[in-house]
Antibody, heavy 120, light 110 residues
Framework: DVQLLASGGGLVQPGGSLRLSCAAS????????MAWVRQAPGKGLEWVSG????????YYADSVKGRFTISRDNSRNTLYLQMNGLRAEDTAVYYC?????????????WGQGTLVTVSS | QSVLTQPPSVSAAPGQKVTISCSGS????????VSWYQQLPGTAPKLLIY???KRPSGIPDRFSGSKSGTSATLGITGLQTGDEADYYC???????????FGGGTKLTVL
């Protein structure tokens, strides 16, 4: 089974930036799409962003479009989420998750999550 | 406001059966597969059902999924206290070009 380890969360002021990382175990990282899903405290799951196998196609929720950028480095087995212009409503646990293959597939493996807190 | 609509909560006694509904539209459930996830308290979500009806290895057959038109349903039989969790439906939305989740349903096993 692939293990996903998310990191990079922390406390940041409104308007600030943060970069999340998600390291995947094994040698199959370049064979599946990846996504970020977040969960605000006490709330439900929100799909944030997704990226295709090669990184050429990127998708975003309207709530983060223009502020967040997803990327991946298949040579390092790592997924990233660059978050700029952070707002209080971006406060959440951010999970990385892998799909079976395509971005439209189910999320069959999830990381443990990293907490992002946006506050002054 | 979530794109997919689920009841906020359901409850049933141990050993009983419960169903959780998920309603969407033609841009998501109507034309794409539905997945279901279980989130136990304090843990990351786990895939429960994929491609509307299929169970990953290790998921007991007490859990089942179905889909009809723009709605989907998760069924759980032989309820156990360990099934108490939040359950989420999810599908790809072709109009949004993004994944969408339901608001989640909290299952209480009385």
């Amino acid at each position: 089974d692939v293990q996903l380890l998310a990191s990079g969360g922390g406390l940041v002021q409104p308007g600030g930036s943060l970069r999340l990382s998600c390291a995947a175990s094994g040698n199959t990282f370049s064979s599946y799409a990846m996504a970020w899903v977040r969960q605000a405290p006490g709330k439900g799951l929100e799909w944030v962003s997704g990226i295709s196998i090669g990184g050429g196609s990127r998708y975003y929720a309207d709530s983060v479009k223009g502020r967040f950028t997803i990327s991946r480095d298949n040579s390092r087995n790592t997924l990233y989420l660059q978050m700029n212009g952070l707002r209080a409503e971006d406060t959440a646990v951010y999970y990385c998750a892998k799909t079976v293959q395509y971005i439209t597939d189910c999320l069959d493996n999830w990381g443990q999550g990293t907490l992002v807190t946006v506050s002054s | 406001q979530s794109v997919l609509t689920q009841p906020p909560s359901v409850s049933a006694a141990p050993g009983q059966k419960v169903t959780i509904s998920c309603s969407g539209s033609s841009s998501n459930i109507g034309n794409n597969y539905v997945s279901w996830y279980q989130q136990l308290p304090g843990t990351a979500p786990k895939l429960l059902i994929y491609e509307n009806t299929k169970r990953p290895s290790g998921i007991p057959d007490r859990f089942s999924g179905s889909k009809s038109g723009t709605s989907a349903t998760l069924g759980i039989t032989g309820l156990q206290t360990g099934d108490e969790a939040d359950y989420y439906c999810e599908a790809w939305d072709g109009s949004l070009s993004a994944g969408v989740f339901g608001g989640g349903t909290k299952l209480t096993v009385l």
